[in-house]
């Protein structure tokens, strides 16, 4: 199960951390994605996160702006986000892939406007 929190309604060039707690597997054996889907358009890799952190990969659109970053103990991802832009507007999914199969958390809403 992953579940996701951290979202809200914030002005352009604020900032927002999602969350995402899993339960029943290990983070620490597994990747980790934050996709984002924005109305009408298809969902989009945000960024991932290899067992142990030991590769990161972030979408162009975030580079610079994004980080994500785990915690082994808790069984969290985190999704640091600054610097926000109208264009981040959409709700943001956690992901993982076990045994063959895809796993989504229900999504957090993330609103950026003025």
């Known amino acids: 199960q992953l579940v996701e929190s951290g979202g809200g309604s914030v002005q352009p060039g604020e900032s927002l951390r999602l969350s995402c707690v899993v339960s029943?597997?290990?983070?620490?054996?597994?990747?980790i994605k934050w996709y984002r889907q924005a109305p009408g358009q298809e969902r989009e890799l945000v960024a991932s996160?290899?067992?142990?952190?030991?590769?990161?990969i972030y979408a162009d659109s975030v580079k610079g702006r994004f980080t994500i970053s785990s915690d082994n103990a808790k069984d969290t991802v985190s999704l640091q986000m600054n610097v926000l832009k109208p264009e981040d507007t959409a709700v943001y999914y956690c992901?993982?892939?076990?045994?063959?199969?895809?796993?989504w958390g229900q999504g957090t809403q993330v609103t950026v406007s003025s």
């Open positions: 992901y993982v892939r076990l045994a063959y199969e895809d796993y």
């Open positions: 996160i290899s067992p142990y952190g030991k590769n990161i």
């Open positions: 029943g597997f290990f983070i620490k054996y597994n990747t």
